[in-house]
């Protein structure tokens, strides 16, 4: 307790992984959506999976599956507003730095 009798609290609430978690996943989309625009990657949908579908042969992913999976973890947060465990978020956002650097991004 701080003088005066209020509570500090230096953590951050678990539940705030899930925002850059969120913005690993927008990273990933927008990195696909340029290679779409480049032609480099054919795909007639914007949609992430979409998108990382048409990427599978093409670009060298490391572990496509868990990637695409926390996809479906990002729409649960993104369009039913569950949130994803703390371990979870940053298992998924060190995969897509992973892919990254893979592809010569990072």
Not at 8 to 30: H, M, S
Not at 75 to 104: F, P, V
């Amino acid at each position: 307790m701080s003088p005066g009798g209020g509570m500090i609290n230096e953590r951050a609430p678990d539940e705030t992984y899930n925002l850059p978690f969120v913005l690993a996943y927008a990273v990933l989309d927008n990195v696909l959506s340029e290679l779409r625009e480049q032609g480099d990657i054919k795909s007639k949908s914007w949609m992430l999976g979409a998108k990382m579908e048409a990427s599978k042969d093409v670009l060298p992913w490391k572990n496509y599956d868990l990637v695409y999976n926390g996809k479906e973890d990002r729409n649960k947060l993104a369009h039913d507003a569950e949130l994803i465990e703390k371990s979870e978020c940053i298992k998924l956002i060190d995969a897509i730095e992973i892919e990254l650097k893979e592809w010569g991004i990072l």
